[in-house]
Structure formats: structure tokens, C-alpha cells
């Protein structure tokens, strides 16, 4: 903290002094991703005159790890000139993601700044569907042929190679520039320098299509443990890479998704401290209202046990305690069974394994409560008169609606989410919440109809 | 599908054939991560076979890809000559996290098998707490000293790199071992052949303590964009290395674990498929038991009003539909926030803004559903005389209930995280059930007394 005060002083002086050359020299040494949050919230102006001064690459770069709106800000803010040279120097997947968060006419007009090269290669990245492999691309890759010797590829790579953003990757191309395989940058500095490229090919490559959505390239990159891997187009020709780096942002994005939707809102889409209240209102409120829209059946099916919470209220005072029970076990019976689906820990035609856990752990979990609910009026009616004379037809109808809920509950959540996942909706749609809005409209009829049983020519 | 069959069936000719030449060079080509799924089901005899023929850098990188209980069986199948030489030529950080997994004995029986060097490096990382960055710590990286050329670093690279983990970021260190920089490889290949190590120094790298949490180093990966980073001891002297691969495990890891808190259970540690019943119905018992006590007070704070669902039944009916349209708007709260949270989107100190927008975001959503509680009980009035001659009294109070409820939930779903975080607890704790519980208690007080306030002297 202290420290960033210092930087953020010193910055400040510098540029109240004008002194652009020590201002660019002690910018020097700092890495982008130190220095962008230390800077972000200075003041616009100072913000324009350090990136006027800072070497291009630390600029660049920089920028790319700013927040959006500052982003947006900065960009005014430099002349047109400069302007056009920063978004031409932008790594081409930054600039993607950058451009795509923009209103179209801004967007336009940035892209119009671009030279007509770096204009078509993002004009093709955007129009690749959100969300896929296309959008996190980046032409910036190293490709040698195999009849080259390691000699000639090293000596390329060392021409060729600066502006290319992963180079720890080498990929082997044929002459259409259809790839044969990739090859990790340590196989090259390991192996004799006159031994031909295609002796070092073994074939082992994984590969993805621009179309293909992200979360198909974060389970290769989870399986083979790469740091880049290739995008080919339908003819195997090789147009981009992606790399890691990108992955962990893609898996922590996937993550937030599932999380909101599991916890009964709609996924968000951008930060919870800066979207706009309208949007967040909107979001949460579309999954609210089909939930209460849901849970109205709870105050019919209420409405046909009136006369029986008439005779005896004091079936009323457990309603919350029995159904919420049924929706908690749901809960968690669904959110362990969706995460395990997103893992890929089973399948569907598993469905019959997961039911018979969730059979047993259910009816375990529900004798547990049962068994509780059931001593808690025991005991209160020990000492009080609370429940009435029959407090043990009472104990015993909360007890036995408790076992059958709570399994119920447990086998709803189990099997919704795959039944979900069979018609083709995202699992995660089966959140918490609604799970817990089935069970208790269903929990009620259990309840009342154990009560039913139990308490028909006492109470009822 | 059809062509893993295939290459079981071919393995499984090979072997009954006793062909182990051609098993061997039919192994050849493949990658290990493809390879592991393919063959993790074969007669653990046919296993060992292949394991016993297989190219030693195949079978042990295909080994790192078994799931654990294939890795224990077949350990046990090898002779104690080639389990040794497959533990001893394991990745020290796969090794570790193997043995972690195993009994206490079967550990020790294992590491006794290990050279003495090797036993050494695996004592020290066990040594390591569980999630530490010690235990996802590797050894093999490649260290150059400064004084050196970018030549006799590439040929000392060349010479020394072969079982080095990663070549992609090469260190630099002082004469006593001590950490100068990370330098990405590309910049030795494209530097020229006589400059100075030193002079590519920037003095830009971020470094990790063994006895970091894996989180920190998590978050170290997303914001540096390395592929690895340089873990040092008190004296900043150079004593391991951890990669990007682990770290996408790692995030599914705590992403499972966040997903199962808010879910109301424990974290399982283990696989939902596979882990033993009588483990999961304990974690999952655990805090369903806490919820059901916590629930209870409804059973309670009902009793209350006993007398006045006596009097007003129709008031009963609609307790599930008001409390549980609280305990919604909670999960969706505690939900964002707890996410926004993890990100590191806000701090604690700026509890003040957050609780302004749940503030604003809560009363919109109160009341979208209290307008549309209050028109359900109004519209079904004008057909049907369920709700008696006062019915407007009744969608009055469900009405305004819902908007005081729906508020609080957003209030006490948002507040809590932070209230936990505060007194040094997991936010995650504070389960989307968690706050439904909480909120289904209050919400039957808000609810009883707009109740009270409304049908005074006509109902009540």
C-alpha cells in the first residue's frame, strides 16, 4: 500500500515537473502487470502523459491489463496518431476482447484506425461467435517446415521471431501451411543442430477449430498440459494459436457462471461491484419471478389442506421447518451432482448409479433429521404443553414427512440436473433455488398427507 | 468410442500373443494423456504388461494421467525393481501429490524404495501443508548465472535440459543461488549469441514461498501471464519451481470447492462418483443438521402467531410462498457477492457500496414481486371466494410482506459473506441455504407483523 502511495507521488511530481525523461526512465524497470493497477486511478491527465512518454512496449502492454473504463478514458485522450499506434501494436486477442466490449460506432471508428493488415485480422477475429476459440486467437505464432534443419529453424526463429507472442511452442507446417505437428521449444535447443525438423515430429498434437467454444479448449489444455496449442481451419491448415495464459481467465469466467446460476440469478456477465443496477436488477429478477411464479403453487396446494391446518394449527407451525429440510437436501444434492457433470466425473447413462447413491445417502440424511425433528417436540412437550395432548402424533408426522422429504428432496436434485442435461439445457439451470422451489410444493403434499395417516381420527 | 475399442482390442491381442515387441513399438506414437483414459480399464494384468514393456519417459508420463486407483494396483502388480525405477523417475510434484493419496504405511514402504537423493526431495515436499505451493513444487528447472553469454547458456541448456520440467522460463541466479530474474527462452533465442546473460536482465519477476497457499500462486499466474514462477526460500535462494499445467487443476479445484460450499455441504475433497458413501452422507449431514436447528426457530417464532393463524388461516397459507421468496433473493446475494469476493473485485472496507446497490437492487425486486403477489390474490378473489370478503387486506399484507422480505434478503445475503470474511472465516460458508435459513425466520416475523399492522380489527 505504502509503497504503491510512493509510486503513484513520484509519478505525480514527475509529470507536475514535466520532466518527461525521468518520468520515462523510472517507468522503465516496471512490469505491465504491476504497474497498470497502480496507475489506474490517477488522475486522466497524468494517465495521458505517462503513456505519451512510456516505451512502446511497456505501454502496450500495460494497457492490456487496465480496467475497461479506463481503457475507454485513455483512448480519448491520446491523439489520434497515437491512438492508431496502440491499437495497431495490441496483441491481435487483447484487441478482440477490447473492441468487443465497445458500442459498435466507437468500435468502428478504432477499427477504421488500424492498417488495412491488422484491420482484416481483427475484422476475422470479431466475427467469430463469443465465447469461442476464435476471439482468443492470436496470429502470432512461429511455424517452420520439416525438411529445415534445427540450425535453420533456430536461425529463423531468432529473425522471425520478436513480435510473436508464445514462442515456446514451434509448429511444424507443410508447404500449404497445413499442420504436421507441434513441437515444444526445448525439443529444438535440446536436440544436434544439423538434424532435420522432421525427425523431431511425432505426431502428437491436439488441435482446435476457430468455432469451437472455449470450454472445449480449456479441457485439452487441461488434458495435455500444454502452453499453446493450434487452431486450424477445416482443410488442417494452421491460421492461429491460443495460449494458456488466456485459459485461466476462461476457467475462472466458466466458474463464475455456473456459481451465479447456481445460486439462482442469471450469470452476471460482468463484475457484481460495476455493472449497472438496471441490468443486475433485470438479471436477478427474470430467475426471482419464474421462482415465485413456482412457489404460488405452495399457497394452492396450502389452500387444499386448509380445513386440516383449521382442526389442527399446530401442523401449520412446522410447514417452514419440513419443506426447507427437502430443499436444503435438494440443494445439495444437485449442486454436488451438477459440478461432478461439469467435471465430467460421469454420464448420463450413469443416471441409475447416481440414483441408487443418492437413495441411500437421502434416506440417511432424512432418518438423521427425522430422528431430530422428531426429539425436539419431544422433548419441548415434556416440559410444556406447546403441542397439545397428541404432541406424539405430532412428533411422529414431522419425524416420518421429514424422512420421506428429505429423500424426496435428494433425488429430485439428483435427477433434475440430468434430466436437464438430456433435453439439452445447461445443467446449472437447475439451480439451488429451484430445486428448492419443486421440493416445496411437493414437500407439502408429503407432509399433509403423512399427517393425514397419522393423525386421522385424533387431530384431523 | 469405436476406435478406443479398437486399440483395447489390439492391445489385448499383442499382449495374449505375448508379442512384446510389436506392443512396445504399437505404443510408440502415443501421448500419454490420450493414452492413460484408453487403457485405465484393461485387466490390471494386461496393464502390467504394457507397463512393463513400454518406453520409460511413456510409461511414466502415462502413469501421471492414471486415476488413483489404477496408479495403487498397478504399483503393486510391478516388481520391486520396476516400481522403484518408476517412482524414482516420476516428476518430483506428480510424485508428491501421488503419495499424499496413499496410507501412511503404503507411503513409507514407497519412499523407501526411492534413491537416496530422491527420497531426500520427496520427504521435503511432503513436508510441505496440504494446498501449500511446496507440494506443487518441482525441482527441475534450469538456472544460468550472469556473467554468462546467451551461447553458453543455450549450449548449457542444451546439455543439462534434457529432464528439466519446463525449458520455457529459464532463472538467473547469483553465485549463492539466489534468484536474479526469470527470463522467457525466447529471449536467449533471439538475443544475440555473444551478449551477456546479464544484460538481459530486467529485474521484473514475481516469486512464491513454499509456504504460500496454491491460491496466492493462482492468483501470481493470472496476473503475470508466466508459464512458471520461481519459488525461494526465506533468503530468496532458488529452491524449486511451479508450473502453469498445475494450476488449471488447481482452479477447477477451488472452484469445486467454493461450488459445494455455497451448495450448503462441505467440500467433498474427492470425486462425487467415488467417494465413500458413509464420507459423503457425514459432510453432507453436518451441515444440514446445523441448518435444520437454525430452522427450527421457525417452528418457533410460528408458535408465536399460533393464535393468529387460528383466527386467519388463509394467513398460513401463504408462509412457504413469502419466506421462501426471502431465502431466494439471499442465495442470489450471498451468490454474487461471495464470487465478487474470490475475484477480488472489492475489499472489505467497501461494504458501504455494496449494501447501497443491494440496497436500490433489493426494493426494485421487492417490488416486482409484491406487485405481482398482491395481483395473483386479487385476480384469483374475482373468480372464487378462496381468500374470503377481505381479501384485499390479504393481498395488501402478502403485498408489502414481500417487498420488507425480499429487501432484507438482498440486505442479509449481501452483509453476511462480509460479516464472516471480517471475523476471519470462509465467505463461501455463508451458503446460499445458510441465508435462506436465516432469512426464513426473520422473513415469518416481517411477514406476521405486516399482518398485524394490516387486519387489525377486521381479521386479526
Known sequence: MLAQANVKSEITSLVDRKDLGALKKYLEPWAPADLAPIIADLPIGQLGALFRVGSRDL???????????????????????????????????????????????????????????ERQVAQALLAYPEHSVGRMMTLDYVAVHPEWTVRQALDYIREHGYDRETLNVIFVVDDGGHIM??????????????????????????????????????????????????????????????????????AEEEATEDIQKLGGTEALDEPYTTIALSRMVKKRASWLVVLFLGEMLTATAMSFFEDEIARAVVLALFVPLVISSGGNAGSQAATLVIRALALGEFRLRDWWRIMRRE????????????????????????????????????????????????????????????????????????????????????GLIIYFSVAFVIMKGTLL
Chains 1, 2 share one sequence.
Open 59 to 117: 505501454v502496450v502492454m500495460t494497457f492490456t491489463y487496465m480496467p475497461l473504463e479506463e481503457q475507454k478514458k485513455l483512448l480519448k485522450l491520446l491523439t489520434q496518431e497515437q491512438a492508431a499506434a496502440l491499437l495497431n501494436a495490441l496483441p491481435p486477442d487483447d484487441r478482440t476482447s477490447f473492441l468487443n466490449e465497445l458500442p459498435l460506432d466507437v468500435a468502428m471508428q478504432l477499427l477504421s484506425m488500424l492498417t488495412p493488415d
Open 359 to 442: 437413495l441411500v445417502a437421502g434416506t440417511a440424511l432424512g432418518l438423521i433429521l427425522g430422528v431430530i425433528g422428531f426429539l425436539r417436540i419431544a422433548v419441548w412437550s415434556m416440559f410444556s404443553n406447546i403441542y397439545g395432548p397428541h404432541w406424539i402424533l405430532v412428533a411422529a408426522t414431522v419425524g416420518l414427512a421429514l424422512v420421506g422429504i428429505v429423500l424426496w428432496g435428494s433425488l429430485m436434485g439428483s435427477m433434475l440436473p440430468l434430466v436437464l442435461k438430456r433435453l439439452g439445457f445447461d445443467p446449472a439451470t437447475s439451480s439451488a433455488p429451484f430445486v428448492a422451489t419443486l421440493v416445496d410444493v411437493t
Open 181 to 250: 505437428d507441434d513441437i515444444r521449444v526445448r525439443r529444438f535447443l535440446l536436440s544436434p543442430l544439423d538434424l532435420p525438423v522432421r525427425s523431431l515430429l511425432d505426431g502428437n498434437y491436439a488441435m482446435l477449430s476457430p468455432t469451437d467454444d472455449r470450454e472445449k479448449a480449456l479441457d485439452l489444455f487441461k488434458k495435455y498440459d500444454r502452453v499453446a496449442l493450434p487452431v486450424v481451419d477445416e482443410n488442417r491448415k494452421l491460421i492461429g494459436i491460443v495460449t494458456v495464459d488466456d485459459m485461466l481467465d476462461v
